[in-house]
C-alpha cells in the first residue's frame, strides 16, 4: 500500500486544495446571498406591517390594485397570522441559494476524469497505483530524475580503455570500429605485463571475480552439440556493459571458465558495493601462490575518484610497481589540459595525474568510468590484519583491506540517450517545469550528459554557481536534514532554508548523489511551495519515492519495494513517458474547470 507522510491536510492534492479553497469561497458566497434575501424579505414584511407600503400588492412607492380601506397589518400574535408562512418561506428561499450554490456533482466529476486519466496513461506506458496522483501531476513545478535507464537506454557498452599508460578508444560509431576497439585493446593489454600476469589477466579477474553479474546459457537446448554455448548477461547493468566487452574479446565459454575458477575455498572475504563507498572488492586466496607474500590478493572494482584515493601505487609499462605521485611522461592521448587545450609532447606528470588525465578525458565524452585496482599480501599479513579489525565483522573493518592499492587500468563506457530525451526535457521547460538530473555519475560525466540531452546549457553553466554541483557540495551547502518538533510530532526539515532557496532556482545537474541528496532535494522543494515528482528504481530510493508529491518507478528495472512506495509505475523505464503523465494530469484540471 502506498503511503505518504505528514498529516490530513498534506495529504491533500493540489486540485482537492485548490477545490477546497474555491469550495469554502463558494459557501462563504452563498451564506452572505441567503442572509441578504432572508433580510430583504423580512423588511419587506415589516414595512408593510407597520404600513410602509401602500398595500400587500408588493409594490414600495405606487399601488397598482388598490384594495378598498387600509393596507391590512399583520397581526404578529396571532399564531395563524400568514406573517409566519411568509417568514418561513423567506428561510426556504435562503437555504435554497446555498444548496444551490454548491455544485454538488464536483467531486464526481473529478473522480471520472482521474479514472479516464488513469486508464488512457496504462495504455501509454504508465501504471497508475495511486489514483490522485495522475492529477497531482498537472501541477508538478519540479521533476527529479535518475539518469541510467531514464534519460538513457540502458545499454553499457565499453568505448575506451586506459590500462598502464595505454589509452585506446572507438574511432567512430560503426559494429566494425567497435570490434577493431576491443580486439586492438585485448592484444594491446596482453602485450603488457605486470610480474608474471598479463594486464589483460588482471582485468578479467578484477571485473568477474568481483562482480554480481553472471552469464546465463541461452541455448541450453541446442540440437546439435556441436553448436557454440550463447551466452547472455544477468545483473548489474554496468557490469553487464564490461562482461560483454570481455565475451567479445574472447568468447562466452572462455569467461565462463575464467569465473568458474572463482571457488568458494578461494574466497577470503568480499566486500559489498554500496552508493555510499562507489566501490567493491573481493578477498582470494591464489593456490600457486601458497607459502608466498602474493598468496592473497584482493581485487577492487568502483568509480575512479573515490578508488584514487586508496591507490598508493600503479603499474607501469616496464612492469613495475612505482608510486602514484612518481613522474612519468604523458601520453599523447592524454596530452589535453584541464581547459581541453592539447598541451606540447613530452609533457611530465605523476601517475595519478595520468589517471586524472584519463577520467577527465572519458568524462567529457559522457562515459561512464570503471577503476580496477588490486593488491597482494601474505597470509600472514591477512591474518593480523583480521585479528586487528575486529575479525572483519563490519563492512568498516573490511575496507581497511583496500588501502595502498594498485592502479591498472580504467574503463569507459557509454549509456546512449533515449531517441526522444531532447524533445520530452523541451516540454518540460515549455511546461514551466524544472527538470533536475540526479545521478551517481562523477561530475564531468554528469555535466556532458545533461548537455546532450538539453537539461543545462554552457551559458547557464557559466553564469550560474549552483547550476552544476556534486551531491557532497549540495548537501554541505544547504546543511542536510534536521530534525525539529512540530506540533509534537518530528519532523526534518533542510538546515539553511534560505541558501536552499537560492541553489534550488539554479540546480539542474545533481552528480555523485546519494539517496540522502534526493531526499533533500524533494523535502527542500516541497518546504518552498513546490510540486515535485522523483523517478527512482533502486530500494535506496524508498525514502525520495514516499516523500514526493509524486514517485515514479521503473517498471522493467526497478525492485519491487520501489514500485511499492511508488504512484505511478513506468512499464518501458522512460523519462519520455513522464510526458503522458503530465499532459493527462493537466487535462484532469481542464476538465474540472470545464465542469465548474
Known amino acids: 500500500m502506498n503511503q505518504k507522510d505528514g498529516d490530513d491536510k498534506s495529504k491533500m492534492t493540489l486540485l482537492q486544495r485548490k477545490l477546497d479553497i474555491m469550495a469554502g469561497k463558494i459557501g462563504n458566497l452563498g451564506i452572505a446571498c441567503a442572509v441578504l434575501t432572508i433580510l430583504a424579505s423580512l423588511i419587506r414584511i415589516l414595512l408593510e406591517s407597520f404600513g410602509g407600503l401602500p398595500c400587500g400588492c408588493g409594490n414600495m412607492f ?37 444548496v444551490v450554490a454548491i455544485p454538488e456533482g464536483l467531486p464526481l466529476a473529478v473522480t471520472i476524469a482521474l479514472a479516464f486519466s488513469s486508464k488512457k496513461m496504462q495504455k501509454l506506458e ?38 598502464i599508460e595505454k589509452v585506446i578508444q572507438v574511432q567512430g560509431n560503426e559494429d566494425v570500429q567497435q570490434e577493431a576497439f576491443v580486439q586492438e585493446s585485448k592484444r594491446s593489454f596482453e602485450n603488457l605485463r605486470i ?87 573481493i578477498v582470494v586466496r591464489v593456490t600457486d601462490k601458497i607459502g608466498t607474500d602474493k598468496e592473497i590478493r584482493i581485487y577492487t572494482k568502483g568509480a575512479p575518484d573515490f578508488l584514487l584515493e586508496k591507490c598508493s601505487y600503479s603499474a607501469t609499462a616496464d612492469g613495475t610497481i612505482k608510486q602514484m605521485d612518481a613522474a612519468t611522461t604523458v601520453p599523447t592521448d592524454l596530452s589535453v589540459d584541464a581547459d581541453g587545450v592539447t598541451e606540447t609532447q613530452g609533457v611530465i606528470d605523476t601517475y595519478a595525474g595520468l589517471y586524472r588525465r584519463t577520467i577527465k578525458k572519458f568524462a567529457s565524452q559522457a562515459y ?54 531532447q524533445d520530452s526535457i523541451q516540454q518540460c521547460y515549455t511546461a514551466g517545469i524544472q527538470v533536475i538530473m540526479c545521478t551517481g555519475d562523477n561530475l564531468d560525466t554528469a555535466v556532458a550528459i545533461s548537455k546532450e540531452a538539453g537539461i543545462v546549457q554552457d551559458e547557464e553553466i557559466s553564469r550560474n554557481p549552483y547550476s552544476c554541483m556534486t551531491g557532497k557540495d549540495f548537501r554541505n551547502a544547504v546543511g542536510g536534514l534536521v530534525t525539529i518538533e512540530h506540533d509534537g510530532k518530528e519532523m526534518k526539515i533542510v538546515g539553511d532554508m534560505d541558501k536552499f532557496k537560492e541553489i534550488k532556482g539554479q540546480l539542474k545537474v545533481l552528480a555523485r548523489s546519494s539517496p540522502t541528496d534526493k531526499l533533500i532535494l524533494v523535502t527542500g522543494i516541497q518546504d518552498s511551495g513546490g510540486v515535485v515528482a522523483v523517478t527512482g528504481d533502486g530500494t535506496n530510493d524508498a525514502p525520495a ?49 470545464k465542469f465548474i
Request: charged content about 25%; some cysteine; overall charge negative.
Open 62 to 98: 405606487i399601488c397598482k390594485q388598490p384594495v378598498e380601506g387600509t393596507c391590512v397589518l399583520y397581526d404578529f400574535g396571532d399564531i395563524n397570522s400568514e406573517v409566519y408562512p411568509m417568514l418561513l418561506d423567506a428561510v426556504i428561499i435562503g437555504i435554497t441559494v446555498v
Open 126 to 163: 504508465n501504471l497508475v497505483r495511486e489514483i490522485k496522483s495522475a492529477e497531482t501531476m498537472g501541477g508538478a513545478t519540479h521533476i527529479c530524475t535518475d539518469k541510467t535507464g531514464t534519460l538513457t537506454k540502458n545499454e553499457m557498452t565499453v568505448r575506451a580503455a586506459m590500462a
Open 195 to 281: 610480474g608474471t600476469h598479463t594486464v589483460w589477466d588482471i582485468l578479467m579477474e578484477g571485473v568477474l571475480w568481483n562482480s554480481s553479474a553472471w552469464f546465463d546459457l541461452v541455448n541450453k537446448n541446442k540440437e546439435n552439440e556441436e553448436d557454440p554455448n550463447i551466452y547472455t548477461v544477468k545483473g548489474n547493468n554496468t557490469e553487464q556493459g564490461i562482461f560483454n566487452y570481455l565475451m567479445s574479446a574472447t568468447d562466452g565459454d572462455t569467461c565462463v571458465h575464467k569465473k568458474e575458477e572463482l571457488t568458494e575455498e578461494k574466497i577470503q572475504c568480499i566486500i559489498p558495493f554500496t552508493s555510499k563507498r562507489k566501490m567493491g572488492s
Open 368 to 421: 561512464r568510468t570503471i577503476m580496477v585496482c588490486y593488491k597482494d599480501m601474505s597470509m600472514r599479513e591477512f591474518t593480523q590484519l583480521k585479528h586487528r579489525y575486529n575479525q572483519f565483522a563490519t563492512d568498516e573493518d573490511r575496507a581497511k583491506l583496500e588501502e595502498g592499492l594498485i592502479a591498472v587500468g580504467i574503463f569507459g563506457l557509454q549509456d546512449p540517450l533515449r531517441d526522444t530525451i
Open 545 to 593: 519515492l514516499t516523500k514526493s508529491d509524486v514517485g515514479f518507478s521503473m517498471g522493467v528495472s526497478g525492485t519491487d519495494v520501489a514500485k511499492m512506495v511508488s504512484d505511478i509505475v513506468l512499464l518501458d523505464d522512460n523519462f519520455s513517458s513522464i510526458i503522458v503523465a503530465l499532459k493527462y494530469g493537466r487535462n484532469v484540471y481542464d476538465n474540472v474547470r
